[in-house]
């Protein structure tokens, strides 16, 4: 099963940037559909962003037009870039594969707060 590890997490003000990377351990290519996921303190994990092989991407409601997500498969990574970042944007942000992989990386803490 693919390892994947998160970076690029940190504390922004609202309206930041932020670039996120999953790095896989093995080839993501023939994986169908990889997702960003995040959970905030109290909630359940949320899938935020997916990208199919063939390059269809899909966003939940509450980042649309704000997040972008990308996968380079030559180099096994999976980004998500996050724009006008909000407070409630505050999270663990994990990768994996949609359907989620039973096994989770340590995620990247994103805090977004003044």
């Known amino acids: 099963q693919v390892q994947l590890v998160e970076s690029g997490g940190g504390l922004v003000q609202p309206g930041g940037s932020l670039r996120l990377s999953c790095a896989a351990s093995r080839s993501i290519f023939n994986i169908n559909t990889m997702g960003w996921y995040r959970q905030a303190p109290g909630k359940q994990r949320e899938l935020v962003a997916t990208?199919?092989?063939?390059?269809?991407?899909k966003y939940a409601d509450s980042v649309k037009g704000r997040f972008t997500i990308w996968r380079d498969s030559a180099k096994n990574t999976v980004n998500l870039q996050m724009t006008n970042l909000k407070p409630e944007d505050t999270a663990v942000y994990y990768c994996n594969a949609d359907p989620a992989y039973r096994s989770w990386g340590q995620g990247t803490q994103v805090t977004v707060s003044s």
């Open positions: 990208i199919s092989r063939g390059d269809i991407k």
